[in-house]
């Protein structure tokens, strides 16, 4: 069964950077977007990017490009997100998941991570 | 770009119908089918509920269903239950090589 799984919570102090690993299995990684997604509290669902596992492509939301990197290992089949020069603002819960295929990013989340919860405080 | 548009919060009682609207443009919703809406409850990652406007994953209950015109979309989920109660977000497809559109989600209470 197709199953993200993600790395543990996170405490950071600000002007630091953090690395978030989704390790998934269960399909071909190569052939499905990933997505991440966060979360503050209370609040609603943010896009923050997405990566093509094939070709390393990436796309990041206007709010995080300079401060976002999303890579990927194919040879563990893992997708990394890390975020910089982190503020009070960052602490959410950040989520990976993953679209339907690679022909378009449809933005189909079908499958999702636990999600990995970054505080951000001094 | 902007967040697609939904009411903050939409309630009913046990068993009614209750609908759901997601408010785009003619550059998102309006233009293209694919339109997604994810039921979240607390402490828990969302989960995909409806697909292409209309469609259910494998294991949704078909008191779920979807559809769009023009500009908005909208979720509908009759014979409401007590376990129906949750977040619903609607996302929607823009254009290739962008990001698409979360809304801002729906609180919904089952009186």
């Known amino acids: 069964q197709v199953q993200l799984v993600q790395s543990g919570a996170e405490v950071k102090k600000p002007g630091a950077s953090v690395k978030v690993s989704c390790k998934t299995s269960?399909?071909?990684?190569?052939?499905?977007?990933i997505h991440w997604v966060r979360q503050a509290p209370g609040q609603g669902l943010e896009w923050m990017g997405w990566i093509n596992p094939k070709s390393g492509g990436t796309n990041s939301a206007q709010n995080f490009q300079g401060r976002v990197t999303m890579t990927r290992d194919t040879s563990i089949s893992t997708a990394y997100m890390e975020l910089s020069r982190l503020r009070s603002d960052d602490t959410a819960l950040y989520y990976c998941?993953?679209?339907?295929?690679?022909?378009?990013?449809?933005?189909?989340?079908?499958?999702w991570g636990q999600g990995t919860l970054l505080t951000v405080s001094s | 770009q902007s967040a697609l548009t939904q009411p903050a919060s939409v309630s009913g009682s046990l068993g009614q119908s209750i609908t759901i609207s997601c408010t785009g443009t003619?550059?998102?919703?309006?233009?293209?089918?694919?339109v997604s809406w994810y039921q979240q409850h607390p402490g828990k990652a969302p989960k995909l509920m409806i697909y292409d406007v209309s469609d259910r994953p494998s294991g949704v209950s078909n008191r779920f269903s979807g559809s769009k015109s023009a500009n908005t979309a909208s979720l509908t989920i009759s014979g409401l239950q007590a376990e129906d109660e949750a977040d619903y977000y609607c996302s929607s497809y823009t254009r290739r090589d962008t990001l698409p559109l979360f809304g801002g989600g729906t609180k919904v209470t089952v009186l």
């Open positions: 998941a993953r679209d339907r295929g690679l022909v378009l990013v449809y933005g189909t989340l079908g499958y």
């Open positions: 003619t550059s998102d919703i309006g233009n293209y089918d694919y």
């Open positions: 269960g399909y071909t990684f190569t052939d499905y977007y």
